[in-house]
C-alpha cells in the first residue's frame, strides 16, 4: 500500500505562483507513475500532468509552459510547481501513483484546495 498526503494549497492572485507536495509512504518503491489531477464542482477530474518510468512527462494544454511536475525520490515528495496562475486554475488537486504503466491510478491523496482571483 502507498499513503499520499497534498499540502501547499491555497490562495493566490492571478499571475502569482503556488507549489503543492505530496508526501508518499509505504511501498513506494513499486511506484511507476505518478500525476496530479484536478477538480471542479460538476466536472470530470482532469489529468493536469504526470511522469513514467521517471522521465516521461505529460502536460494537459491549460497547464503547459506554466506548471512543472517533479519528484524527490529521496524525499518521496512530489510536487506540481505552479506559474502565471489563472482563475480558471482554481479547483480542488489531487496526486496520484501507480504501480503499472499503464491503466488506472491506485493511489490517490485527499485533494487540496487552490484558489486563484482576477
Known amino acids: 500500500q502507498v499513503q499520499l498526503v497534498e499540502s501547499g494549497g491555497g490562495f493566490a492572485q492571478a499571475g502569482g505562483s503556488l507549489r503543492l507536495s505530496c508526501a508518499a509512504s509505504?511501498?513506494?518503491?513499486?511506484?511507476?507513475?505518478i500525476a496530479w489531477y484536478r477538480q471542479v464542482p460538476g466536472k470530470q477530474r482532469e489529468l493536469v500532468a504526470s511522469i513514467k518510468l521517471g522521465r516521461y512527462t505529460y502536460y494537459a494544454d491549460s497547464v503547459k509552459d506554466r506548471f512543472t511536475i517533479s519528484r524527490d525520490t529521496a524525499k518521496k515528495t512530489m510536487y506540481l510547481q505552479m506559474n502565471s496562475l489563472k482563475p480558471e486554475d482554481t479547483a480542488v488537486y489531487f496526486c496520484a501513483a501507480r504501480k503499472g504503466v499503464m491503466g488506472e491510478y491506485d493511489y490517490w491523496g485527499q485533494g487540496t484546495q487552490v484558489t486563484v482571483s482576477s
Open positions: 509505504g511501498s513506494t518503491f513499486s511506484i511507476n507513475a
